[in-house]
């Protein structure tokens, strides 16, 4: 069973290089820290709703969308 921060790093890690954007232009436009997106993406932290919302801004989609994984059952460790 995946666990929820592994698959959320991989799923932001994704969206942003799909995007086509660096960590540096990634912060700016979530209003984050650069080491604050390095850090989701390697799984040392948790996102909040609130890192979440700035995100999904960031990428202009849904929040639903930030944690919707391949893998539907996920567990948190």
Known sequence: MPNVKKEFS???????EKD???TIE???????SRQHIRDLERGSKYATLK???K???AFEVPIWQMVRFENKRCHAT
């Open 55 to 57: 995100l999904a801004n």
């Open 10 to 16: 991989r799923k932001l890690k994704s969206m942003r």
């Open 20 to 22: 086509g954007y660096s």
């Open 26 to 32: 990634l912060a700016k436009r979530s209003r984050l």
């Open 51 to 53: 890192t979440l919302c």
